[in-house]
């Protein structure tokens, strides 16, 4: 892999860090999420104990899965709901396709749904003569934009008032010029009424999957969800087999830490459960792997499944923060971005936008290990003789050289009285990027051996 | 072989060890309830009329009609002016909705509201105002004791409602008032 591509992490990171203001802004708009997620989960007293329930209720059904799939489909059956499984991407959209053409559908309105964006839904149905209109505000804008989501939660977190506000003038007619939050949001009301009102179908994701009720839970603050597949009398429902839970009881686990965890509601405006089609409306689900069975199989990245994509890890993240969603090269960004989609990550670099400072890890409401599994994305990368430009070259030398203790303590000591005497200037290109942003350490007078020697040996 | 079964199939090796389901005792603050759920509601954007109840009610629904306002009524004791239509799609011009809740949560504010009540199931979003009529004793400490009350049976359609529609992603400023209803007022009774 050639270092001048661009789709190298810190190659991206450093275009977006550019304009330094913006990424102040950007950093400081998910730092308020993160502020308003603390102040959430401090004001429950069993927050701790959500967690831990979150995490091995989830860790339950994960290794029951096949028994929770299959009690899901079955009462789903007895729902009137049509199920369907799809292995793959591509499989997924084909099942989608196949339904709308049977019903002849010319107009989806869509919520959003980061699975239908991992498949790469749109444009294979907009190839097929379909319009598809993503619906809640922050995915409309983007759409319009014709840009991917940059956040899970809030896609168009890097996108300033007055941009949605150019933006929103030229595609939906608003007055030149204006930027007021709530004016935009108006006019994109508006604009998505006559949408939901006129579509064919709808299409949503799915947060948890009842097993006992055959039944899927989509939450929304902006209603869009409801109004959508409300309204047609065709609706679909995309979810990963990740997303099953047992009961409502587990439900009501995740629904209790999901908001409060992403923007610090007590709980999304909307937590809406379908257990079968409106009068005379066909309900769909569409039970997707895309490569989740392959995570399970180590038993490291299986974890990672025990998302509930509340986005907090992303708002945490110092890396994500200041360099951004599209600096990842997948669907989802920041933390959770890396450890299901690494394995995809052709530059090999992704596995190493983290410090591991483990603050994701820390605030994530069910335990996903994500330092952890970050950490072990970089060995399997290595092991498969896949390390990122550079690191492949220069780290086996340098494991020899501090497996050598005579290397080492030369080269240690050199390094010290170089420190000393000679100047910073002609010192830091040596220290390469690391040096970029940080002085030169102050050299100690004796190396830690000796120091041991002196004091403790 | 079908996606089903190959999915199935690779389920076989999962590198975790089965973990048993975990215990929920997690134990309810049940002080105050109404007032801890009129607390939650606020949070949510949402205002909470504890007195009165369905008289209070009736005269803003009559204010309302006499300003020339749509109000449909799905309570009974409450008269709007507008009836159930034949289809969902001309609920377009509702003003105002009212509409029974059946289970309140004091922890978050959400109403547990069921599709028996609604006439169309797109009732509560597409109205432009939403005016929700709760029993005070029907209110729960936490979603643990409301998802032992809330009733979805099959075929149905359920929804907790927590506050007006909202939307923060222009700039992270908080806009009330999405795709959903505008303004939400919950009426004790």
Redesign the interface.
Known sequence: MSTSTSNVHAHKAEIFCRDESRVDWHSKALWALREKRDRAAGSIPEWEQLRQIGSEMKLHTLTHLAEYLEEFEQNCIKNDIKVHWAKDGAEHNRIVHEILAKHQVKKIVKSKSMLTEECHMNPYLEERGIEVIDTDLGERIIQLAKMPPSHIVVPAIHMKKEEVGDLFHQKLGTDAGASDPLYLTRAARRHLREQFLSADAAMTGVNMAIADKGAVVVCTNEGNADMGANLPKLQLHSMGIDKVVPDLDSAAVLLRTLARNATGQPITTYSSFYRGPQDGGEMHVIIVDNGRTDMLKDKILAESLKCIRCGGCLNTCPVYRRSGGYSYNYTIPGPIGIAVGAQHDDTNSIAWACTLCGSCSYVCPTKVPLDKIIHHHRRLKAEAGKLPYGKSSYMPLVGKFMASETALNCSMAMARTALKILPGSLLKPFSGAWGKYRELPVAPNSSFEAWFKKNRG | M???L???N?????????????C?N??PRIDDLVGQFEA?LT??AGTLHRDGGLTNLQATVDEHIAQGMQVISMVDGIKGNREVTAT??EL?DIDYAVIPGDVG?A????IWVN?KNLG???T???CENLLLVIEAKSIVA???Q???L?T??????????????????????L?V?????CSLNVYLT
């Open positions: 079908s996606s089903k190959e999915i199935f690779a389920l076989k090796s999962v590198a975790i060890t089965p973990q048993p389901m975990p929920f997690i134990a939650s949070t949510v969902a799609h377009r949560v922890e978050n504010g959400a599709n169309h199931r797109v509560p979003f597409i936490n979603m643990h409301a998802a032992n809330i979805l049976a099959s075929g149905e359609f359920g929804t907790y409602i927590a506050g007006p529609s909202k939307t923060a992603d222009i700039e992270q400023a806009v008032g999405a795709h959903g209803a």
